[in-house]
C-alpha cells in the first residue's frame, strides 16, 4: 500500500493515453456487460414460479391442437396439482392490422397456475357469471381505451362462429394488473376469453386445446413427470411433448436466434481488439519509463518489486475501468428494460467481467513487468 | 515549395516511417477490422434475410388469403373460395384451358436440426396444378410426390437443415409414416425451407377437412394484377385480401429485418465509439514520437497544414487497411453462410444465406474511414499547434 501513490503517479503519467485506454476499456466493458447480460436474462428468464410450472404441446406439429380431455388424465399424475389449457384465437379488433392476443382458457386455474398475473377471485366470478366475457391485461385495455362494461368486437382470420360469420363479440368483465416481470409478456397483455364459450360456438377442432400449463409440486421431479404425462398419449395421433416453462422458452427463443453464439462471437471480437490495445498501451508506457525504472532499482527496489508495480498499474487500469463499464451497462439496461421487459446485470455477469478484466490485466502487463525485472541499470540509465 | 508537394512529401516519410511503429499502429487496424467486421456481418444477416423473401418467383404471380391475415399460416380458406378465386377474371388460362390457379395448405412440422435443437419445418400441400403455378420448383433428386400417398419431397435448404430428410428417409406424423421421395429447389426463395407433398394427403393427416390456407394464381398480362384484384375484392362470395408475391413477401421481411439493422447499428455504433479511442491513443503517440521530427520540417518553413494532412493520411490509410481487413473478414466467413429464423410471419423456419454484398462493403468502409478521421482529428491539430522551440529542445 505504501506504494499506492508511486503506481498512482504512473498511471497518469500521460493524461490522454491514460484516459483514452480507459474508455475503451469502458466502451468495452459496456458492450460486454449488455450482451451477456440480455443473453444471461433471456437464459434465466422466467420466474422462479416457472420451475413448478410445465408446458405440454403438441409433438407433431406447434400448430395442431390436443383434446380437452387430456386434462383430466393428467390431474390422475402424482404431483400434478392443477392444470390450465390455452387455445390460440389471434384475431383483430376493428382493422386487420391491430392483430389481438387473444387466447381461451379456463381463467379459475389459469389464475392458480399464473398468480403473476394477479387475477382476482371477483375477476374470475365475472367471467363465470358472462360466459362472452372478455379478461384484459392493464396495458392491452390502455392500448384500445376499453373499460369495464365495453363489448369488443373481435374479427378472425380462422374461427368460424356457430351463425357462420367470423365476427365475435365479447364483453370486458374485468382489466388485470400483472406483475412488472409479466406487464410485456404474452400471457399479461392478452385478451382472455372463456374457453366453454368460445369452444361451444365454434364451428371446428371442437374440445381441442392448443396447449396445457400444468403446476407440479417439486421441480425436482418435472422430467419425470413430464415423461408420464407425454404416455398419455403415446402412440396416438395426439402426442404431446411437456417440458419445464424455462426449457419451452429457451427454445422457443433459440428458433429466432442463436443469441447465445451471435453475443458471445461480437464479445469475442470486442475483447480480442481491447487486449491488443491495452497490452499496446502497456508496453508503450513502461518503455517510456525506463530510465525511471532504472532510477528506481538503483534505489534499492528489487527487480521483482519493480515488476509488481508495474503489474498493479495495469490492474489498476483494467479492473477500475471495467468497473465503469460494468456499472454503464447495467444503467444502459435499465434503459433497454423500459421497452423490452426486465433485464438486469446477474451477478454472474459481473463475476466473469471482473475475471475477464483481471486477466486482460495480467496478459497485458505481464511482458513489461518482465522487461521491467530484468532490466540492468547500467544500460537503462545509458539509454542503451 | 508549393503547398501541395509540401504535403505530398511529409505525407511520404510519414507513411515510410510507418513499419517503425507497426505495433501502435496496428491497434487503429485492428480495433477498425473489429467494428467493420461486426457490422458487416450482422447487415449481412439483414440483407440475406430480406434477399430470400424479395426472391420470388414469376413476377406475374398474384396470391390470395383471407381477410386481415397477415401471414399465411393464420389465413384459413373454404374449398369453395378456393374456386371462386381460381375462376376470377384476370386469371391466366393453362394450355388445357383450365386457370392457373393452386389452392395451398401451409402447416408446420416439428423437426430436429441436425444441432439437435427443434424447429418447426413449414409444410405445404400442393394440388398437381400447382406445380405450373409454381415453375420455380424443380426436382433435383428422386421424384415428385404420387397423390393419395404418404409421401414428400423436401427442400435443399430444409434437407441440409434438419436431420432424417434424405431421400428415401421415413418420418412419423401423427398416426401415419411419410416417405421422403424427392429433393427440390426453387430459385433460392424460401420455398427452398419447406416440406412439400399432396395437400389432400396432407390435410387428412392433419385432420384439417377440406381447409385451405391460400391460393396462387399466375395473372393474365392482358388484364394483369388490377383486373384481377377487382374481381377477386368485389365477389360478395368472398372475404380475401388479394396482394402481389412481392408485395406480400416484402411485408413479412420488414420486421426481423428491421431487428437486424438495429441490432448491427447499436452494436457496431459502441465498438465504433471504442475504436475511436483506440485511434485516438494510436495517433497521439504517432505524432508525440514524432514530435521532433514534426518541430524540424516547421523550423525548416512547412506550413502546419502539410503537417495536419499528413497526420490524416496516415490515419485514413490504417483505418482503410483495418476495414479492408474486416471487410474480407467478414466476406469470407459468413458469406454464403446458412442460418435460419422463425418469424417475420413466414410459416416456421425460414433458412436464408448471409450475404455480403458490394453495398455493405463500402459501407464497412465509409465506417471505418469516419473512425479514422474522428480518430486523426485531434492529434493532427495538436501536431499542428506544437510549440517548435519546445519540441526541439525536448529529448
Redesign the interface.
Known sequence: MKYFFLIWAGLWRKK??TI??M??II??F??FG??QGINQGIKSGSSETGNHRLWTAP??????SIPVSLMDQMLTIKGVLNVAHFSFF?G?YQD?KN?LPAFATNVDKLAILYPELNITKAQIAAMQATRSGALIGRRLARKYGWKIGDKVPV????WTNSDGS?NWAFDVVGIFDPTPQFDRSPLGSAFWINYDYWDEARK?DKHRVHQFFEQIDDPQKAAQIAAQIDRLSAN????T?TQTENAALQ?QL????DINF?ANS?VG??M???L??TA??M??SVRERIPELAVLKTLGFTGNTVSVLVMIESLMLCVFAALIGLACSAGAMKVIGAVLGPIRLLPIVVVSGIAIAVALAIVSGLPPALRAQRLNIVDALAGR | MSALSQIAAVSAMNIRSLPQRAGTSSVVVIGIAGVVAVLISVLAMSTGFIRTLQKTGPANRAMVVRTGASAELVSVLTNEAALAVADSAGVKKGSDGRPLASPETLLVMNLSKKDGDDASAPFRGLTQDGFAVHPEIKITSGRSFRPGVNEMIVGKAAQRLYKGLDLGAHIKLFDSTWTVVGTFASDGTGRESELIADQQTLNSAYHRGNSLQSVWVILDPRGGFQTFKDAVTTNPQLQVDVSTEKDFSARQASNISNILKFVAYVVGGIMAIGAVFGALNTMYSAVSTRSREIATLRAIGFGPAPVVVSVFVEALLLALIGGAIGASLAWLVFNGHSVDTLGGGFGGQLIFDLAVTPGLVAQGIIWACVIGVVGGLFPAIRAARLPVATALRAV
Open positions: 490522454t493515453r483514452l485506454t474508455l475503451s466502451v468495452a459496456l458492450l449488455l450482451l409433438r407433431m406439429s406447434g400448430i395442431s389471434g383483430y386487420a392483430a374479427g378472425t382470420t380462422i367470423n371446428f396416438s395421433p395426439d402426442e411433448r427454445s433459440k428458433r429466432l436466434a451471435i461480437i471480437a470486442v480480442f481488439t481491447l491488443f490495445l499496446n498501451t508496453m508503450q
